[in-house]
C-alpha cells in the first residue's frame, strides 16, 4: 500500500503504547536531532501527549511540552536525559495551541530553564477570551442553553458540568507567532502555518529540510480532533478548520508527527479521512434544514445520530452535542458548506 491511499503508522513502539495505554519508551529519536518524549496527562481520556524535542546547536527547543504537573516535568526530564540533555538545556518552547495538554508545563519550563514560550498571536487572544470573567459567566451560558431551546429540567445537569478546564497560568507567549513566521533554532527551520479549527489560533510546524510536519491536534492518525474548542466571538470553526485541512496539501509526502498517538505518513489520505468525518455531520444537519428551518438546536441535536444514543446523552456529552449541532447548523448555511457537499457527493 503506497502512501497516499492510507494512513501507515512509522512507530510500531508509539502504537503498540498507544493501543495498550501504556507510555511508549521515554523518547524515540524520530529524525535527525528530534525526538518524541511521551508526557503523561493526569486523569485524562487519553494517555500522553508527544512532546518534540529539538536538538539544536544552542540547546533544546520543545514543541508542546506537555501537561504542567509533576509526573509531566518528570517525564521530559526522563525523555530529555534518555536523549542526552537536561532540563536546563531547555531554550524555546512552542505550544501548537493553548490546550492544558499540550502549552500545560511551558510556565514552569519558563521559570525553571528561563525558557522562551512562543505561541501564535491569535490564540494569545484565544485564551484572553476564554479566561474572561464572560466566557466562565453561568447567566450567559443560561442564555445559551436558553437560545439552543433546552428544556428548562435538562439545564441543571449542563450548568453542573459547566466549568472549563483548569487552564494555564500563563496567558502570554514571549513571542508571538503569525502565519508565514520562520522560527530558526540554530539546526531547525521551522516555518508558522496557521491551522485555526480545533482552536482559532492552533498552529502547525513545517521542516521542510527534514520533510517534517509537527501537527499538534490539527491532524491525528486515528483519532478525530473536536472542532471549535477555543475560539473568537463570531468565528466559523468549522468553515476554518476544513480551510485548514486543505492548507496541508504541500506537505502530503512529509512525516507528520502529531500531538498524540503516533507518527504517520499518509497524509493525504488522513485529511480526506478527517474531512468525510465532519463534512458527513454537516450533511445530515443540511438535510434536517429543509424540515425543521429555524428550529432551535434541541430539535437538530435530537434528531441527529449519536454513537451514544441521544438518550443516553448527559451533562457535558449532551452540552458537547449540541454546540457541535449549533457549530454544524450555522456552517451548513454558508455557501462554504453548500459548495463543498455539492463538490463531495454523500459517501
Ligand atoms: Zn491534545
Known amino acids: 500500500m503506497g502512501g497516499v491511499s492510507a494512513v501507515e503508522p512509522l512507530s510500531p513502539a508509539q502504537l503498540s503504547a498507544w493501543d495498550d495505554a501504556q507510555t511508549p519508551p521515554v523518547a524515540e529519536l524520530v529524525a535527525p536531532q528530534v525526538w518524541a518524549i511521551p508526557v503523561p496527562i493526569p486523569a485524562g481520556t487519553i494517555p500522553h501527549t508527544l512532546c518534540y524535542a529539538l536538538f539544536g546547536g544552542d540547546g533544546v527547543h520543545l514543541i508542546d511540552p506537555g501537561w504542567g504537573h509533576p509526573d509531566g516535568i518528570r517525564a521530559l526530564e526522563a525523555g530529555l536525559a534518555s536523549a542526552g540533555a537536561a532540563l536546563a538545556d531547555v531554550r524555546t518552547v512552542i505550544a501548537t495551541h493553548f490546550h492544558p495538554d499540550h502549552l500545560g508545563a511551558a510556565a514552569e519550563l519558563r521559570e525553571r530553564c528561563g525558557a522562551r514560550v512562543v505561541f501564535s498571536r491569535v490564540e494569545q487572544q484565544v485564551l484572553h477570551t476564554e479566561t474572561s470573567a464572560e466566557a466562565t459567566d453561568i447567566s450567559a451560558y443560561r442564555e445559551t442553553l436558553r437560545g439552543w431551546g433546552v428544556p428548562e429540567p435538562r439545564w441543571d445537569e449542563l450548568i ?188
Open 160 to 347: 453542573a458540568s459547566f466549568g472549563r478546564p483548569s487552564l494555564v497560568a500563563s496567558g502570554s507567549p514571549d513571542l508571538a507567532v503569525d502565519d508565514g513566521d520562520v522560527l530558526d533554532l540554530s539546526g531547525h527551520r521551522l516555518h508558522v502555518l496557521a491551522t485555526p479549527g480545533h482552536t482559532e489560533g492552533h498552529i502547525c510546524l513545517i521542516d521542510e529540510e527534514r520533510g517534517l510536519l509537527y501537527s499538534g491536534d490539527h491532524v491525528l492518525p486515528r483519532i478525530y480532533s473536536g472542532v471549535g474548542i477555543g475560539v473568537l466571538p463570531g468565528s466559523d470553526a468549522l468553515h476554518d478548520y476544513f480551510h485548514s485541512l486543505d492548507r496541508l496539501a504541500p506537505y502530503d509526502e512529509f512525516v507528520v508527527l502529531p500531538g498524540h498517538e503516533f507518527r504517520f505518513r499518509g497524509l493525504a489520505a488522513r485529511r480526506a479521512q478527517v474531512a468525510a468525518h465532519h463534512l458527513r455531520r454537516t450533511r445530515e444537519v443540511a438535510a434536517l434544514a429543509d424540515e425543521l428551518g429555524d428550529a432551535p438546536v434541541w430539535d437538530y441535536a435530537r434528531r441527529l445520530t449519536w454513537t451514544a444514543g441521544w438518550s443516553g446523552m448527559s451533562g457535558f456529552w449532551l452540552h458537547s452535542a449540541l454546540r457541535q449541532t449549533a457549530m454544524h447548523r450555522d456552517y451548513a448555511r454558508t455557501a462554504s458548506a453548500r459548495a463543498r457537499l455539492g463538490a463531495a457527493p454523500p459517501a
